[in-house]
């Protein structure tokens, strides 16, 4: 079945502190790939999107992320975390021969330390 | 803000009652999808519209549906409320249905059944 894992459920950086948080999806063929930021109680904004073409992608607050099709990953990553970057973030694909509903990872919960 | 207006933004009710969640998308926006969120399950796709018409389904239980009216609005319809239902009720839109669409996500409503 088609499914996106997160394997870390909650992490912490100390502020400053370079951030990376893995994603990886089992499917055979190249799906789209989309990580999506959520704050507490608000809903969710898109962070950086991959379809095709360079595999290292920038996105908006400093994130970037790159695709490895040997890995099947789409790890996230920032160089250096902010305070304000506190939330949950979801990794989320789109199986583009099995329709266009985004299908998402069980999170990770990032925590700043000062 | 996304564009994607929810209401209401929180719902309380009883076991055994129905409700009516109500999405209007961004405009210019054909497809409406509908994602619940809970603590066990994650955010899981719920069932797509597309220019008023049903375009996919996914984990919805028979109790629920939805509908997309002429002028684009979507409700969705949870009828013999269990627990089990409350969660929070994200509707996404999207400009058509290439899969690299990305999808604007409204704040949400979170539904609590008592």
């Known amino acids: 079945a088609q499914s996106v894992t997160q394997p870390d459920i909650h992490i912490t950086v100390s502020e400053g502190a370079s951030l990376e948080l893995r994603c990886n999806y089992s499917?055979?063929?190249?799906?789209?790939l989309f990580w999506y930021v959520q704050s507490p109680g608000q809903g969710l904004q898109l962070l950086l999107k991959?379809?095709?073409?360079?595999?290292l992608v920038q996105g908006i607050k400093g994130f970037e992320a790159e695709f490895k099709r040997s890995q099947s990953s789409f790890n996230l990553r920032k160089p250096s975390v902010h305070w304000s970057d506190a939330a949950e973030y979801f990794c989320?694909?789109?199986?583009?021969?099995?329709?266009?509903?985004?299908?998402f990872g069980k999170g990770t919960t990032l925590s700043v330390s000062s | 803000d996304s564009g994607v207006t929810q209401t209401p933004k929180h719902l309380i009710t009883a076991t055994g009652q129905r409700v009516t969640l109500r999405c209007s998308p961004r405009?210019?926006?054909?497809?409406v999808y509908w994602y619940q969120q809970s603590l066990d399950q994650g955010l899981q796709f719920l069932i797509q519209?597309?220019?008023?018409?049903?375009?996919a389904k996914g984990n919805i239980l028979e109790r629920f549906s939805a509908q997309q009216f002429p002028d684009l609005h979507s409700e969705l319809n949870l009828s013999s409320l269990e627990l089990g239902d409350s969660a929070l009720y994200f509707c996404?839109?999207?400009?058509?249905?290439?899969?690299?669409?990305?999808?604007?996500f409204g704040p949400g409503t979170r539904l609590t059944v008592l």
């Open positions: 996404a839109s999207s400009v058509s249905l290439a899969p690299r669409d990305e999808q604007f």
């Open positions: 499917y055979g063929a190249t799906p789209y």
């Open positions: 991959y379809f095709s073409g360079d595999t």
């Open positions: 989320a694909v789109v199986f583009g021969e099995a329709g266009t509903a985004l299908i």
């Open positions: 405009s210019g926006d054909l497809s």
């Open positions: 519209y597309y220019n008023g018409e049903e375009r």
